[in-house]
């Protein structure tokens, strides 16, 4: 599994597509069968992943996820709460990951593993 | 060596600075700088004791300032670990009565204060924040505090041998080379 992370607008999607997944391959924020997942931060809204649906996204090819972290701490409870859980499961889902790619202006830079 | 260890919430940049400092010394002293404050505090204060908890650090606690006692020999022949820039800053920056001090005159003075701490210890391991890139341009006092972390990082960066990014809980090294 490839994961991929990365700010608003930082060429994740671009990367996907480079990855050759055309958007019939690709899920937007839920545990659907596609072989790509973007938007994991959307699926954490729902609460923290049961350990059957960690390793669904364990088996896929691509997941995705906005890095959230970088800000200034949400005034709200949820916010922050489900900001925390972000960090937390792609921390795990790194632990899992045979590549972890970090977008920095449409550039994939690679954090873990070896580039195509 | 003095290392900067920065990261994004929840980013795993704490847990990769105590695993730095354990393999800088035997010797370790932990500065909190955080003052516990409600129940998400004290959660998070836990989990980062029960982090610390197989890594036999002795604790000195500093709130807004890093000057206090000197260390003894034996602690200053180790490692000290810093966590984090951002509440320093805030317990700098922020009175207890809701004023607000010069953040000017907060930088230059801790800046100045980190460099008397770390001359006092064989190695340092600060625990940064990245703030600034949630695309929210505060005009309050909390885009003073983004701007005074950031600035702070930026001075310990420079006087550091080593920075480092945790991104998704994997280090890279943004000055120097990963040890």
Known sequence: MILIVGGIASGKRTYVEQLGFDGGSVDEGVLGTAPVLVGLEELLREGPLSDDR????????????????????????????????????????????????????????TLKGVHD | ????????????????????????????????TMAPGGEEAQTRIDRHRAQRAGGHFAT????????????????????????????????????????????GMVLDRLD?????????????????????????????????????????CCRIAARSDMVVEVVAGVPYAAKGTLR
């Open chain 1, 54 to 109: 960690f390793e669904l996204l364990c088996a896929k090819e691509v997941v995705a996820c906005i890095e959230v972290g970088s800000g200034v701490v949400p005034l709200d409870k949820g916010e922050r709460e489900w900001r925390e859980l972000v960090g937390r499961t792609v921390n795990r889902l790194s632990d899992r990951a045979d590549r972890v790619v970090r977008m920095v202006c449409g550039i994939p830079v």
């Open chain 2, 1 to 32: 060596m003095i290392a900067l260890v920065t990261g994004g919430a929840a980013s795993g940049k704490s847990a990769y600075a105590e695993q730095l400092a354990c393999d800088l010394s035997p010797v370790r002293t932990y500065l909190a």
């Open chain 2, 60 to 103: 000195i606690e500093r709130t807004g300032t890093l000057l206090g006692e000197a260390p003894t020999p034996q602690a200053a022949s180790g490692v000290l670990l810093l966590d984090d820039v951002g509440n320093l800053v805030s317990n700098a920056l922020f009175g207890a009565d809701g004023s607000v001090a010069d953040a």
């Open chain 2, 112 to 152: 100045a204060e980190f460099a008397q701490l770390a001359g006092a210890y064989a190695h340092v391991v600060v625990v940064g924040n990245e703030v600034g890139s949630d695309g929210v341009f505060f005009t309050d006092e909390n885009g003073t505090w983004v701007r005074l972390v950031g600035s702070l």
